[in-house]
């Protein structure tokens, strides 16, 4: 039997960062949290992979090679338009003036790398309205 929706109470998550050891922490916490992660050190391969409406959560990071998070953001919202996606970053992140390229980004679409597992699964499953996560 494959297993292609999630649970109701957990969403799939794609994971996008250069940064290895990011990759494998935040994929193994996650997990371990009940969700589906799948997770990539680099843009290229995992826009290759990225199939529209597999993914309830898109977590991408900002500055990369080739592919930054922004472009990351601009061609998945081409092929889907309601998956939920976050940023993150290691640098502070004003917010607008990244209002001007997207106003239509919801406030809580920045994290930062400090976050905590508990803190990114209950950001990852509160409603759109809540404020950035630090």
């Known amino acids: 039997m494959t297993r292609d929706i999630m649970p109701m109470d957990k969403p799939s998550i794609l994971l996008i960062d250069d940064e290895n050891d990011i990759v494998v922490t935040l994929k193994k916490g996650l997990e371990l949290k009940g969700f589906e992660v799948d997770a990539f050190d680099a843009s ?49 992140v004003i917010e607008q003036e990244v209002k001007l390229a997207f106003p239509n980004l919801p406030p809580n679409s920045f994290i930062t790398k400090t976050i905590t597992i508990e803190k990114l699964v209950a950001l990852i499953e509160s409603p759109r309205e809540v404020t950035q996560a630090r």
């Open 44 to 92: 290229p391969q995992a826009l290759q992979q990225f199939k529209p409406y597999r993914y309830d959560v898109v977590i991408t990071e900002i500055h990369m090679p080739i592919l930054n998070g922004f472009e990351v953001y601009k061609l998945i919202r081409k092929q889907d338009e309601k998956v939920r996606i976050f940023f993150m970053t290691a640098f502070e």
